[in-house]
């Protein structure tokens, strides 16, 4: 099974094959139900995904917005569209993954994961 960051990296990739269109409400719609279908079948939430759900809290810091918009919602309203959107996304996710917001035990597996994205195009 893939984890969170591996599938956003191959999100990133071949966004189309899994979103059906660039879009960044699409992803959010995704991941939704990527993290519904896991709990469903009893895996339990990921250190991944458990970094992830910070991920909001940051966007609301980084665009000064402290609302109940979802972070999906919030990189859409400073975007063009929402193929704009999904890739200042993808661009956002990796200022974020490269903050200091990772704990520096977490600084090994941040290396190899940052990559990995890199590899896949998140970097570029």
């Known amino acids: 099974m893939l984890d969170l960051y591996d599938l956003l990296g191959k999100i990133k990739k071949r966004s189309s094959l899994?979103?059906?269109k660039q879009s960044l409400s699409?992803?959010?719609v995704f991941l939704d139900g990527y993290s519904f279908a896991l709990r469903q079948i009893g895996i339990p939430v990921t250190e991944e995904e458990?970094?992830?759900e910070e991920?909001?809290?940051w966007i609301e810091t980084r665009f000064d917005q402290a609302s109940t918009q979802s972070w999906s919602r919030i990189?859409?309203?400073y975007s063009e569209d929402e193929s704009d959107?999904?890739?200042r996304f993808f661009d956002l996710f990796e200022e974020f993954l490269k903050s200091e917001h990772l704990p520096k035990d977490d600084a090994t597996n941040h290396c190899e994961m940052s990559e990995e994205?890199?590899?896949v195009g998140v970097n570029s």
């Open 18 to 20: 899994y979103l059906g």
């Open 117 to 119: 994205l890199s590899v």
């Open 50 to 52: 458990k970094k992830f």
């Open 75 to 77: 990189i859409l309203f």
């Open 85 to 87: 959107a999904l890739k």
């Open 55 to 57: 991920f909001q809290e």
């Open 26 to 28: 699409h992803l959010h």
